[in-house]
């Protein structure tokens, strides 16, 4: 859900931005979102929007749970483990 | 679970924060000569926004903006009402991080991609939105020793620097009060003053009807007196002509300031002051994004904080092509079709409708 929540508010902030830039250059709308689309020259943001949905599909499936269950949790029991042995 | 509330203080120096922070940036337009009379002028209507406000807070029982929307309009209508403030407030962080980048390019890191300074500027955004309402609360507090402190030291260094002129302020309404009322009725409503509507996304966590109306008051009258000294001050130091076609006016009062050329470039200072602004700014707003995308897809709202800061970021990159354009589409465009519908119309109609439907007796 959290992937389509992103994909959703992007859609509508590129309609947005679309539309505002309809009233400002007075041109039509297709060429208005090709123009604004970022393919080229600068694909900086095209970065930055896969970065957003990476990090959005990291949170939606609880990728640092998975990777502390996997990777994380043992050694950390093993240091509660040691310290409760010193604490006794 | 019942929520604990930002103490009062705290709430208004939130405002007071929020509401300066990119006006002073840009000051009050510069459309007509007496720039510094249109903030005066124009909080007087402001006031107005704010009886709407706390009208449909007080009816509503204290909800925030999103559940009084899908209580008035319906479940569906009432979800797209949500899914477009949300954006709505996502697009004014993105405006926001653009002017504060356009700011720190053309003064401080000149040779910095924007993408590698947007990118840095959205993460500490995205951390302070993971804080949550109190700590950005705290955090204004802080600021707003800061910029007060910081704005003192500059008018004091500039009259030690005998920039500040007084007779530069004159013709005084050489075309009369008419563009000045004009002015405040296009222009400094809807901003700064109108953004304000984005606290009613958090009434639960703040005063409810009756402290709104008396804090946001106060902050409105805070920043109609600073907004118009700061205005003042620009037009004494760079005078009526420099100041109308100054991007960053009071950042070029600042430049002016040297004292026995020890005390010089000064403007440091004031850049400092508009990131601390912009941040807690763009903190406000994307918080109430998230907020918004969180009720509508049924997930908690710090989930969305990262991806939709980096998604504010890409935005703020895309949103104009140079800073021309930025400026006229802000004065211009935004303003009749973005914040006159959402801060005024869809307001009013909400609260009509909630007197309809839940008529005096009628259970909300």
Redo the contacts between chains.
Sequence with gaps: MIILGILVMMVLGILLMAMLDVLVFQQPFFTVLVQLLPVYPDTSTIYMIIGAFVIAAWVNFKMTDRLKKKYGSKSKNQGGEKRDTKQS | MTLSKVNTVDTFTLQLVFLLSTSIIFGTPSVVPDSWLVGIVAFFPACLLIVIYSTMLALQEDRGLYPMLEKAWGKVIGKGFV??Y???F??IA?RNIRDMIELIMSTLLRMT???LL??MFVLLIAYTVLGGLHAIARFASLILWLILFMLLTLAILLMFSSSIILEQMLPFLSKGMWPVVKSAFSFSIWFPYGEIIVFLVFQPQLGGAKGFRKITLYAFLSTCIILSLTDLIQIWTLGLEDKKYSVFALLDAARLINIANIITRMDAIIALIIIFGTLLKCTVFLLA?TEG??R????EAK??A???A??A???S???TRNSA?HV??GLK??IY??HIPLQLLVPLLTLLLIRIRYRKGATT
Excluded: H, K, Q
Aim: net charge negative; hydrophobic share 50%.
């Design positions: 899914l477009i949300s954006t709505y996502l697009y993105a991609p924007v993408p947007t990118t994004c995308v969180a509508v897809f049924n997930r989930d969305f990262f991806p939709l980096v998604v970021g890409a935005f990159i895309l949103v354009e006229t589409e465009y935004v079709t973005l």
